[in-house]
């Protein structure tokens, strides 16, 4: 069964702290691997999509990576701006169509 | 371009009730996604439509049925609500093919007393 877990469940960083967030994922054929940030009460905002290991992509203070196992959103001097959950997703050959999501990091950025 | 949209934002319903969200896909997508959002987990799969047919369903039972429209909109239906239905239901809208993004909607908030 596909499987997609996210750590930690919560990130406290100071204004400037860079860190990075981890998505370790079980699936039969991945098909792509996306990473969204959701804001309370809000729907999922897209940020990136992977496809095959050693892919990375960036936008503005975020990175993206991928390996065979696992993935990880870089953050690089964060903002209070920042502060949101954010959420890792694959598609593989078994779910077909459908997005497999993790329970998403909850990060919090304080100035 | 338009983005995906919902209704209604916020819905409060007692237990046996039916209840329908409606969804507007982003102009160019074909193919409409809905998924179920229990607080603090993520969201899971409960079907997809494509070409008015669906198209992949999760685990979820069948008193959760949809609709797509020849505009590409989308219906979810939920006969007799439980408790546990209460959460924040999401469409989603991508193009057709493999591994497309799903960009989602702002989300309807279901309310079950």
Redesign the interface.
């Known amino acids: 069964e596909d499987q997609?877990t996210q750590s930690p469940e919560a990130l406290r960083l100071q204004e400037g702290e860079s860190s990075s967030l981890n998505c370790s994922y079980t699936v039969s054929g991945l098909?792509?691997l996306?990473w969204?940030r959701q804001d309370p009460?809000?729907?999922?905002?897209?940020l990136f999509?992977l496809?095959s290991a050693g892919e990375e992509k960036e936008k503005e203070r975020l990175k993206a990576t991928l390996t065979k196992k696992e993935s990880f959103l870089h953050i690089t001097a964060p903002k209070p701006e920042d502060s949101a959950t954010y959420?890792c997703?694959v598609?593989s050959n078994q779910?077909?169509?459908?997005?497999?999501?993790?329970?998403?990091t909850t990060l919090s950025v304080s100035s | 371009e338009t983005g995906?949209t919902?209704s209604p934002t916020h819905l409060i319903k007692t237990r046996g009730q039916q209840v329908t969200l409606r969804c507007s896909s982003q102009s160019g997508h074909n193919?409409v996604?809905w998924?179920q959002q229990a607080l603090?987990?993520?969201?899971?799969?409960i079907f997809?439509y494509y070409r008015e047919e669906e198209?992949?369903r999760?685990n979820f039972p069948p008193r959760f049925s949809g609709l797509q429209f020849p505009n590409y909109s989308s219906e979810l239906n939920v006969n007799a609500l439980e408790l546990d239905d209460s959460a924040?239901y999401?469409c989603?809208s991508s193009s057709s093919g493999?591994?497309e993004?799903?960009?989602?909607?702002?989300?309807t908030?279901l309310l079950v007393l």
Do not use: D
């Not at chain 1, 779910?95 to 998403?104: E, N, P, Q, R």
């Open positions: 997609v098909r792509g996306f969204y009460g809000k729907g999922p905002e897209f999509t496809y959420l997703a598609q779910a077909g169509t459908a997005l497999i999501f993790g329970k998403g | 995906v919902q193919t996604s998924y603090g987990q993520g969201p899971q799969f997809q198209n992949g999760g924040l999401l989603a493999t591994a993004t799903q960009y989602f909607g702002p989300g908030r």
